[in-house]
């Protein structure tokens, strides 16, 4: 069934199709007829027999078939044998069907259907898949439709387990039967049937069985995919943690107005804002559902009801999110009071996967506000911001800083809880980690040093507290080897490369002071006086390690290689962002902007937007035409008043939300000045565009 | 043999060729010159096909073994009386095998189902699915008269009765639970070394300096462990010496010849459907696969005399070149060529000096070889040596049983569904190559005693299976007494009981085809190729001229048969 190189069709060949076609066109115009008067003869159902048999694929033909069924069914002369042997009929021609094409899918939903009516024998079920499965082991459909016959007779999952074993045995070069493994191991785990209590005792067992598979054919990639099943099961808890939030536990920040310095305060925790509130973010270890004001709770002396409304930070626009973002409101008065954030004491917060969060926690923070100055934007609308080297000065440190980094430790919420229960998730990585580094003495094995890097990552992050910095130097050195070795996949070695070298960069206090730069003289900034990080000139391809930066307000990232920004939305309080020498090929690239409302500088200067006729990331953006527009856009708002803006609808979308100040974006294709003044009708409070003041 | 039946006289008198013997070399033969047009006459002095490659009934086992086992028979004096135009040689048997010893421990059970046994006496032996003799079995259509079964695994043992799986395949590698993972790794990627060797893939070829170096050393130049290298030598090259030895190793295998085993074997497995395995065996037997060319032969017009002993050749007086044959009917019967089965040697007739040309090829033709010997034994059972298989190989590498062993042991079980035996019985054929007669005993017993229980001889029966044997050796049960009584405690708790066993030593006899053209003994190969070239080249030494069996397009148009049966293998590509 497979690895068969495909023949030249000879000329006879192609008489036969002809003749094949013609005699099929004869029946479909009959058969058509039929299905169209509804005529349910035993003449009409025959004929559609004989369509299927020539050509599987006709769903029309089955439906057809249905119907028939369903109706002699509803004969009133209709008894059980007679229903017993119209059902087996119809067996009978989804097999010869399948003889004809085993991998036509009407003829396996139909089998699905007559099953389900229940008055068929399934042991001749399991025989007749037995020979299909010998036939060709790896067909999903035969795979798929058993898992459909085992559930319909009750088969135990442990004995569907022992048939995926068994062919395995016969050959391992089965994803279907790997997969079915997986699909079996999960339901038996979750039901915490007898022997399969624990995971730490069943994936042991796996981890064994799937490295024969990996050793003796390392080229061979269904194995591999099993391992990274497993290594999924190993890695992810079961139950959603709380990694990273802003404010930090115990900071103290500061909210202000237009560059009055309070001197206790460090730069890294001193916002500006102007719309009356600050975010509270909540960033989670995977995404999740429920977090609202009943299971999040706020305690503070001037947001008396308690209630917030959280908003899930995720493009796609869905229920669930890594990322939470509420909005506190303060009062316009001078103000010191300290914040209590508690979440999850109340049940609610519940993981893609169904399991609820089960660590509350509880973290304060003071916060003092300086009441603004209603005209201080004004003024500072007059600076601009230049993303020169000469405006960046490297930032030293005062000596006891509150720098939001510090709390890093205190971060790390999940160790407290998990500590024990993460025992056997360590030692099967760190087993894993020898038992790769092993093949990989032996052989040069592409999959085996990217399973490597990523084991070592994950057991970095897992051991968190003591994680050694050394580990990221290798997984570079791995990620770097693997752009030489497997060029066609070196997008993707990239992005890893990219996470890593960031994950690098932020995992220390000391190595992320490294990239952070002040703007300027302090004190006169447009933005506060905010910390700039600097990740500029890093080659980066992608960006993360997000629950570190949630605090930057400022971001350069210039000179990269970027061509997405996925998950830049997290980064709630960022008012300045350089994006200028990138690789940003469109508009709708620039998404998770949307989600940043303090945004006020944004230099997307010399990428490659409207460079490419072709825009991937279109219909992953959530517009009209994904049909995924979230309900917080107004329907009458996407009526576009100017017609010079229909040409750039996606711009529309992307930067009406946006309350930019300043922009640049000279350097790309788009950006001609039809476009430019588009722009301008898009964006009112923009004030500068390209470096020019507008009026 | 003294009572021959009274036969009609042969019509024709004169063929292009005799053959005598029915051996696998000399059905071969038959057929291909039957093919080739030429009129055959093949005669056996034996009531069936097969002559040493038969299977034989348990009870005519023994007698066949004794038969050729004695010095030749005095000359009939009928025919060293020359004729006016002949000189007549005289044909005797040679002593091919000795130190024969038969033990039986049931004679009842066995008494009952003699006829049931089907036993190889050249055991053990089988076909790799895509060796030589599988291919000549396709292109001659003899696949018509036979059936196979697929021999379930191979194993490797050692010398404490432990059968070790031979991780013989990909899948093999996955499940073995005796290798390490980096043994996976390392035989999987040897494995696919030689796949892509044969495959001509450029980046993995294997140099000539190493395709001509011994394969042993290729095998440590790689790297591989001290069991795999075992493995692949002996249970899969199959290597018949100590590779390592080079002292005792008369066939040092070269890497070419290595890597040419190992793409044999991986090209065998999963060649035919229902055949899991890269080995195959005949039901009923491997004489029928003599007596399957025979049948070919005489489909194509081969006339077949079995129980017609041949007394003597017939030689022109003046040329002393070959006339003819002299039957034990009495009849003369000529042709242009003769094939001898092995069995035979010329005798100078005992008064008369013989015509010179023949003096000066005569001391050719009975010349004596000593490429030593090969011992074999044959063993019934009541139980499998492996509780869940019925039919499998076991290889004793060199020196894995004592220290002084020097080549490799083979042992084959098949059971009742091969129909070799009568249902829930286990045939055990067991072979070893040896110098002498001891030390072929001392293989044999070293096998026996360590998969075996012997039980102690009591019935009064057997007395005269013993005396028979008495003087050719020592016989299994002592030595078993003294291993028993010496050895730990182990009454052979779990060891299948032995029956009945037969232990011989057979000749390494060549194939000649200088005076005479003679056919070679069963050799010491598990598979028959080597065997099938000696019959390829015997028939291209009489008939240069001709095709051995020429290609024809249509050979087997109506095997139609699904072949699902149970397991039986139709060979069909």
Known sequence: MHGRPRKAPKPEDEAASTAKAQKLRALQTQFFSFHHDQIYTKEAVELSAKLLEINPESYTAWNYRKLAVEHYLSQPECDPDSVKSVLDDELRVVESALRQNFKSYGAWHHRKWVLSKGHSSINHELRLLDKFQKADSRNFHAWNYRRFVAELMNRSEQDELKYTEDMIYTNFSNYSAWHNRSVLLSALLEKKAEGFLLKENVLPEEYEFIHQAIFTDPDDQSGWFYNLWLLDQTVTTDSPLLVSTWPTCGSDVLIMGDGCQSGSFSPFTTLLSDSGSFPIILYFNQPVEGVNSSTVTIECGFNKNGYLHWEPLSVSNSQAAQ???????????????????????????????????????????????????????????????????????????????????????????????????????????????????????????????LTLARLLMAYNAMSFPFATKLVHSEVLELYNDLMKLDPTHHRYYKDEHSLVLLQKMTCSKESLLQHCFQYKDSGSSVIGNPICLRLNNLSLSRIGAFEKLLWVQMLDLSHNELQSIEGLEAMQLLSCLGLGNNKLRSVTALEPLRKLKSLRVLDISYNQIGDHSIDTTRYLCSSPLSHSVGTGVNKDETVISDAALVNYWEAFYMFKDLNLNQLDIVGNTIADEKFKSALVKIMPTLKRLDGKVLD | ?????????????????????????????????????????????????????????????????????????????????????????????????????????????????????????????????????????????????????????????????????????????????????????????????????????????????????????????????????????????????????????????KTKDGIDQLALYNA???????????????????????????????????????????????????????????????????????????????????????????????????QKDDRGKIARGICITMTSLKPDMSNFLVVYPPRSLFPEQATSIRLLQIASNLAVCPPGMFVLYISALCNDDDQGKKLIHAVVNILLTVPPINSESNAAVQSETAESGCAVQDENAESSSTGPSDPGEGKPTLLWSALYNQELTLGQDDFICSTPMPDGKLNYDDLIDAAVKLFKKIYPEDEFFPQTSSENPEDEDDGDGDGDVSLET
């Open chain 2, 268 to 366: 065998s497995i999963g060649r035919f459907q229902n055949a899991s395995g890269a080995l195959l065996y005949p039901i009923y037997g491997q004489g029928e696969l003599s007596q399957a060319f025979c049948r070919r032969a005489a489909v194509k017009g081969c006339i077949y005399v079995l129980r017609m002993p041949v007394t003597a050749l017939l030689v022109d007086k003046d040329s002393g070149c070959y006339k003819g044959v002299r039957l034990a009917s009495g009849q003369d019967i000529f042709s242009q060529k003769l094939i001898l089965d092995p069995t035979f040697k010329v005798t100078l007739p005992s008064g008369s000096s013989p015509p010179s040309p023949l003096q000066a090829k005569l001391p050719f033709f009975s």
């Open chain 1, 323 to 449: 990322v939470w973002v509420a909005h506190l409101k303060f009062p316009t008065s001078e103000l010191d009071s300290s914040v209590e954030v508690s979440v999850g004491h109340s049940k609610g917060i519940i993981s893609t996967r169904g399991v609820h969060y089960c660590h509350p926690s509880t973290f304060s923070f003071n916060v003092h506000v300086q009441p603004v100055e209603r005209d201080s934007f004004q003024v500072s609308v007059a600076e601009s911001i230049l993303w020169r080297e000469e405006n960046f000065k490297v930032y030293r440190a005062q000596s006891e800083e509150s720098i939001p980094i510090a709390y890093f430790d205190q971060l790390c919420i999940k160790n407290g809880h998990e500590s024990t229960a993460s025992n056997w998730r360590t030692e099967a990585l760190a087993k894993e980690i020898e038992c790769f580094r092993e093949l990989l003495s032996l052989m040069d094995c592409k999959i085996g040093k």
């Open chain 2, 1 to 253: 043999m003294e009572d021959i039946p009274p036969y009609p006289p042969i019509d024709p008198t004169t063929f292009d060729l005799i053959v005598i013997g029915t051996g696998l070399p000399e059905s071969i033969i038959a057929a291909a010159a039957s093919t080739a047009s030429k009129s055959v006459l093949h005669l056996d002095p034996n009531p069936f096909y097969g002559s040493h490659f038969s299977s034989l009934p348990l009870a005519d086992l023994p007698s066949f073994l004794s038969t050729h086992s004695t010095s030749p028979s005095p000359p009939r004096s009928r025919s060293s009386e020359d004729s006016n135009e002949f000189s007549v040689l005289d044909l005797c048997t040679r002593p091919l095998y000795s130190s024969i010893d038969i033990s039986v421990f049931s004679p009842d059970l066995l008494d009952q189902n003699s006829r049931k046994f089907n036993l190889d006496v050249a055991g053990p032996r089988v076909f790799f699915c895509a060796d030589k003799s599988i291919e000549l079995i396709l292109n001659t259509g003899a696949n018509q008269y036979m059936e196979f079964k697929s021999i379930d695994a191979t194993f490797v043992g050692d010398n404490k009765g432990n059968l070790l799986n031979v991780p013989d395949s990909r899948a093999a590698i996955f499940k073995d639970k005796s290798l390490g993972l980096m043994e996976k790794n390392q035989l999987m990627r040897f494995f696919k070394l030689v796949q892509g060797h044969m495959a001509g893939e450029q980046d993995v070829k294997i140099s000539d300096e190493d395709l001509q170096s011994p394969f042993v050393d290729f095998l440590n130049k790689m790297g591989l462990p001290p069991k795999i290298k075992s493995f692949i030598l002996y249970a899969i090259a199959m290597a018949d010496y100590d590779q390592e030895d080079t002292g005792v190793c008369r066939d040092l295998l």
